[in-house]
C-alpha cells in the first residue's frame, strides 16, 4: 500500500521560507507524476506545482511561479517544495499528490497525503 506523508509546514512570518516534504511509502516510486495542492478554509484544494517521474519537467501555478520550486529525489522517495517569499495569501493546508501523468488537475491524482498547515503570519 502506497503512503504518502507530508511535513515542514509551520508558522513563518511573511517573507519567509519553508520547505515541505513528502515521503512515498512503496515501490515505483518513480513512476509517479508528483504535486502540491493547498487548500485555504473556505477555499478550493487548488493546485500549486508538479513534477514528472523523472524531475525533468516542472508545472507552476501562477501564483507558485518564481516563488516556490517543486524538486525530487527518487532515491529517497521524498518530493519536496520549497516556498519562499511566503506572504499570508499562502496559508493553507498543503498536500502532496502522486498520479501517472503530469498535469495540474487533482482528480488526475490518485494517491493523497493527510496534509501539512502552512501558516504565514503578516
Known amino acids: 500500500q502506497v503512503q504518502l506523508v507530508e511535513s515542514g509546514g509551520g508558522l513563518v512570518q511573511a517573507g519567509g521560507s519553508l520547505r515541505l516534504s513528502c515521503v512515498v511509502s512503496?515501490?515505483?516510486?518513480?513512476?509517479?507524476?508528483m504535486a502540491w495542492f493547498r487548500q485555504a478554509p473556505g477555499l478550493e484544494r487548488e493546485f500549486v506545482a508538479s513534477i514528472s517521474g523523472v524531475g525533468r519537467t516542472t508545472l507552476y501555478a501562477d501564483s507558485a511561479k518564481g516563488r516556490f520550486t517543486i524538486s525530487r529525489d527518487n532515491a529517497k522517495n521524498t518530493v519536496y517544495l520549497r516556498m519562499n517569499s511566503l506572504a499570508p495569501g499562502d496559508t493553507a493546508v498543503y498536500y502532496c499528490a502522486a498520479g501517472p501523468l503530469l498535469r495540474r488537475e487533482s482528480h488526475d491524482f490518485n494517491l493523497w497525503g493527510q496534509g501539512t498547515q502552512v501558516t504565514v503570519s503578516s
Open positions: 512503496g515501490r515505483a516510486f518513480s513512476t509517479y507524476a
